[in-house]
Structure formats: C-alpha cells, structure tokens
C-alpha cells in the first residue's frame, strides 16, 4: 500500500458524516466491493451506489495479499466434490475465466498494477510434499477433458524456470497471474469514482437495520438504501450472524531489495508465481521493481474472529518464516536483505471455498470466506453479488456457491485451541521433514484434521 499511494493517491473521499440515500449501499471497500460496484455501475449506469470503507480502500486483506491471480484447477477434486462434476468444473472454469478478464479490464482501464499472466509453477520442494505439483489434481483435470490447464513439467523444465535445488517434482498453469494488489485495488477505486460510485472512506459502520429499504449506520451517518452489500471479508466475524462462518487466520509477506543480478543468477527472468506444497506453503512473486515477495510457512490465528489483533498484523514470528522460506527454496539468494514485512487476515471457511448469502428480508446480500484465494474468486463475486441485487438469474448467480456455506465452523471457545493446534502440528510438522526427519503420529494427526474434515465435506458431497 505505501508504493501504491507513492504512485497514485487517488482523489479525497472524505468519511460520511450526514444521512444520504442509495439505491445500493456497499459496505467494504475491498476487491469485492469495489468489483461489486464495478459491475453494477456497468450493468445499470442510473444505479446511485454508496460505498462506506472503515479504512481507505485496499486498506484491508486486499491491500496486504500474496497478489496471486489464481485459478481453482489445483482444486478441482475438492470441487467436484463439493459440488458435482458438471458444477465443479464449470466453478473452476468461471475463476479461471477471470484471469484473463481482469488482465483486460487493467488494459482498458489503464490501471497499472504491475499485472502478468504467465503462470504459476507448482513445486514438490520434498518427498512429503503434495499441493499443485501433486498428482491427483493433474490427473482429475486430465480425466474431466482440461489436461491444458495442468501441465506437469520435469525437474530440468522447472528448474531452467527457477533454479530451485529443492525442487523434486513441478506442474506449470497457465491460467494464473500475479498483480501488485494494492495498485489494482487503488485502480478500482478510480475507476468506480469514475463511474459515479459514492466512496467514503475512514467510516466505521455499527450495524444494519434490516427491513425494505434497509438503513446503514455509521459513526456518523448513515446511508438509507434499497439493496445492500455485505463484503467486510474476515470483520464479519464478530457481526450477528457471521460467527462461524469461518476462522479467521494471519498471513504474512515480506519482501527483498531490489535485487535483479540475483533473479537473473537463479534463472527467474519471467513474471510467473510460484508455490511449493507444504502444508503451509510458501507463495512467491517477482514486483516490478525486481524485488522477490514471498509469504506462508506459518500462520496466526484470531480468537473469536478479532482481525485487528496482533496476532493477524504484527507477529514478527511468522514474517519470519517467510523470510527463511525464501532462503531454503534458493540457496543461492543467503544474505539477501528484506525491506519491508506486513501481515493481513483471511476468512478461511471450513470447505476452503467463499459463500454467498441473502439476508432476510431479501435485500441484504454477502458475499464471504474467499479463504486465500480473493484475487479472482472477488472478481468473480462481484459478478454474483450484481445479479443478487438486481434479481436475476444467469451463469453467476446459478453457480454453487451462491447457496450459503458449505458447513459451519466450530463455536468458540473450541475454535480457537482447535486452529491454533492444526498450525502447530502443520508448521512444526514441515520443518521436521525440511531435516529428513518424520513429522511422527501426534504431528500427522492433529496436522491433518482440516483437512480431513474438509475431505468429509467433499465426500458428502460426491
């Protein structure tokens, strides 16, 4: 966020301090916010749209991600589990469709936000190591008609892409991309204001007062509107209603000097992203600026849902890890220096996949839980979300995640020790496999009960 308000700090949009009326009012101003009134503007240009940001937009989880653009492929088996096969695969095709639309609107929009569609390469980085690089995801997109969409590569075609020596096993996906998410979120900004949206920032909303039309309050307004739009990603969590709909965890990045006479020395010349697959994986990004951004290998937890604590934006531990990630992946790359480090929340559902859901009386609208993955899953939501408001039914809105969640998270107290838990044995688990070492029962055990539970879901749905 601070190189993107170096580059563009974009008009003033003072907080609301009067009460005004919308035909729309969107609370949060995040990517799937800003992609919501995006769409809307454009679909129905009378609309009076109001958008109240607690922060300044892209001052939340929007501003402070990895900057993948991902699409779901890697997912798929947990998709077509969820939902079927037809409804999987057509998911995963709509996020996957949104890779390349947003490469198009920053074109047409003239947002500069540092935007590459070259792929991510997934790495197996050891033996125990599964995620993009690892078989069944290939093989279900294989058997479904879409082998395009991942292409497993030998150890030599990976590391002539990025000499990592840790790397046994590799898959490339075209459909994916990275960003500089802070400048797309500013350039949404933008180009809402351009179309008319009402945008004010630094206002703090206190609640909803349901009914037809529905009424926003702020600290010091409020906005009386017809249809409204909930998108406050992991602050839902304390709101009525919200409270397990998902947990709420920390990731971190940190960032390296400009350092392009060492992209260059470990054969990192293009834009791709790249991932291992560790439990907790680490994610990584080249900038425009030849810094390398990298985040994961540990994570925080937040007690009821809190993501402001400092657990989700300042634990130096976990930035940390990150750090010593980058490190281990390229050898080459000891004594780099790190600049700068910043951590964000993510509203991690227990299915791993975002929900949609219309609030009674029928007129308030939410879409939640993009567990990681909100570049293109909020893109894609701004879509749904549109459609929910003005009432129709087409390809977005007739997805299967516009049903609701999936499955509930624990209540707390039991949550949080219960999360808490799971990235012990995942975190320490990594590590003693980083030394040749087993990871033993009590580690694989407790490790593994997201997931398991995750595969329960998938399993129920199939």
Known sequence: MQEALAADIGEPCPPLDAKVGADVCIVGGGFAGLWTAIELSAREPGLRIALLERDICGGGASGRNGGFFSSSWWDLPG????????????????????????????????????????GALGIRAGAWQEGIAGE????????????????????????????SPRITAAA?????????????????????????????????????????????RAETGAVRADQVVLTIGSWAASWPGFRRSFGVIADYMVVTEPIPELRREIGWTSNMGIA????????????????????????????????????????????????????????????????????????????????????????????LGFSGHGLSQTKLGGRILAGSVLGVEDEYTSLPVNAGEV????????????????????????????????????????????????DRLVRRGA
């Open 172 to 216: 490339f996906v075209p459909d994916a991309a990275i960003c500089q998410p802070a400048r797309l979120a500013r350039g949404l900004r933008r180009a809402a204001l351009e179309r008319g949206v009402r945008i004010f920032e630094r206002t703090a909303v206190r609640g909803i007062d349901r009914g037809r039309p529905a009424v926003v």
């Open 136 to 163: 069944g995801p290939a093989d279900v997109c294989a058997r479904m008609g879409e082998a395009a969409r991942m292409r497993r590569l030998t150890v030599e075609e990976a590391r002539s892409m990025a000499d």
């Open 276 to 367: 291992d697959g560790r439990d907790l994986l680490y994610y990584l990004r080249p900038t425009d600026d030849d810094r390398i951004a990298i985040g994961g290998g540990a994570t925080g937890v937040a007690f009821a849902g809190r993501a402001e604590s400092r657990a989700v934006t300042h634990d130096r531990r976990i930035s940390d890890a990150a750090a010593r990630g980058l490190v281990w992946l390229f050898p080459q790359l000891e004594g780099v220096r790190f600049t700068h480090a910043w951590g964000g929340p993510i509203d991690m559902t227990p299915s791993f996949v975002p929900f949609y859901r219309t609030l009674p009386p029928g007129n308030v609208h939410a879409g």
């Open 407 to 454: 499955a509930k998270a624990p209540p707390e107290p039991l949550r949080w020790p219960a999360i808490r838990a799971a990235v012990w044995a995942l975190q320490s688990g990594d590590r003693q496999e980083e030394v040749g070492r087993s990871r033993g029962s009590l580690r694989s055990s407790i490790g593994s009960a997201p997931s398991r539970y995750r």
């Open 79 to 118: 998709l077509t589990g969820l939902f079927g096969e037809a409804e999987g695969l057509r998911y995963a095709t709509a996020v996957s469709d949104e890779v390349a639309a947003a490469e198009r609107w920053c074109l047409d929009h003239e947002v500069d936000a540092w935007y590459h569609r070259e």
